[in-house]
């Protein structure tokens, strides 16, 4: 037994996998350990001769194989309990990939092939980087074509110029046939022409994270415009992506995270962006025309003006009267304590909110200081 193999014999599997690339935890499995989870058994009672055959759940003996005591739906609950919460995709490879239970038996594996849930949130970079060579281009609909009718999550987060080789050979124009139930997409470019291949229509798009390369120092925008559509968009994050280069319905945004680019550019949207519920803001100083700004977000609850690049007048140009709360670094409260507090105070008033909640990050204040000055708000927490 000190051989056993947890795979079945069935090579026509395009999930078929030598022994060597199993998760090691299953190949070093013991008889006992086996027999008490249903592997073992489960392999036995299922195969007879290489052949599946299913037996009635009636006439399994529940001591000798408690998995195929349960119903096949209950099977699948219990597989989709050990995948992380949609839309985050699970791995593809190790104990918790959804391909390991195709490698148990026929009858795990038929399971999981039924249940479209285990295959509708996909990390590209990993079925990249499992898939090498002149299959890598199909991995993602191998993957996707067991998700049913499900909406789908793809996520392509990758840095290295390798991967996104693979990308621009065509994996996205080879997944454009899904691109119709495309719910959450997360896409690292390098340019923003390689967004041509889904650019146009995307009915179910909830939310999108587009992450370009860093901008050479006196770079010019792209001429070209990418247009994404969808009715159902409320969440968009863009890093080093200038809103002037993309076409989005950027009124009916709830949430939007604009990282890496200038005051004026950011401009473009939070002008259009005015039903904002939560906004996050990592942009710097630009010198030019934006001067006398003032943007109003009557229903923005959530504003996050992160370290570094951020100024005072990043803050002072939003109004936001139903804002609950507010994270910021004190270092872009200018001058000194006083000055400080009375930054954040001449905030609040011109912006007639009431904070439930205050961050500060890199404080040099004590909290006793900002809890003196700001007794009304509840939450005062120093970062």
């Not at 209950?74 to 959804?98: D, K, M, W």
């Not at 199909?138 to 990308?167: F, N, T, V």
Request: aromatic fraction near 6%; proline fraction near 7%; glycine fraction near 4%.
């Amino acid at each position: 037994m000190a051989g056993l193999v947890l795979r079945d014999t069935d090579e026509t599997s395009e999930w078929a996998t030598p022994n060597s690339l199993l998760p090691a935890d299953m190949l070093h499995l013991t008889p006992v350990e086996c027999t008490d989870i249903g592997i073992l058994d489960c392999k036995e009672q299922t195969l007879a001769g290489g052949v599946m055959r299913k037996r009635p759940q009636d006439d399994v003996p529940s001591d000798k194989c408690p998995l195929l005591s349960l119903p096949d739906e209950t099977i699948s609950e219990i597989f989709i309990r050990f995948l992380p919460l949609y839309p985050e995709p699970p791995p593809v490879a190790g104990l918790y990939s959804p391909i390991v239970l195709t490698h148990v038996c026929h009858l795990l594996r038929e399971i999981a092939r039924a249940t479209p849930e285990l295959w509708r949130a996909i990390n590209l970079v990993s079925l990249l980087q499992q898939r090498a060579g002149k299959d890598a281009a199909l991995a993602g609909p191998m993957w996707l074509r067991y998700s049913g009718c499900l909406p789908i999550s793809l996520k392509y987060d990758c840095h290295y110029e390798a991967m996104q080789d693979s990308l621009d050979g065509g994996l996205l124009a080879t997944l454009a046939q899904y691109l119709s139930r495309l719910e959450h997409l997360v896409l690292y470019q390098h340019n923003l022409r390689q967004l041509d291949a889904i650019s146009g229509p995307l009915p179910l798009l909830r939310a999108l994270t587009l992450v370009s390369a860093r901008p050479v120092p006196g770079s010019t925008v792209p001429t070209t415009t990418v247009a994404l559509h969808s009715r159902n968009l409320h969440s968009v994050r863009l890093v080093f992506i200038k809103p002037i280069s993309i076409t989005l319905p950027w009124h009916q945004l709830t949430t939007l995270e604009l990282e890496g680019i200038g005051f004026d550019d950011a401009l473009i949207a939070l002008k259009e962006a005015k039903n904002l519920i939560t906004l996050k803001l990592d942009i710097y100083h630009s010198n030019s025309q934006s001067g006398g700004a003032t943007l109003v977000f009557s229903f923005l609850k959530t504003l996050q003006i992160v370290p570094y690049w951020a100024q005072l007048f990043h803050l002072m140009t939003i109004r936001a009267p139903a804002l609950r709360t507010l994270h910021i670094s004190e270092h872009i409260l200018l001058g000194d304590k006083s000055q400080r507090i009375c930054a954040l105070q001449e905030f609040i008033t011109r912006s007639c909110c009431s904070l439930h909640e205050l961050k500060i990050k890199d404080a040099n204040m004590s909290e006793t200081t900002y809890r003196t000055a700001f007794p009304e708000i509840q939450f005062i927490e120093l970062l």
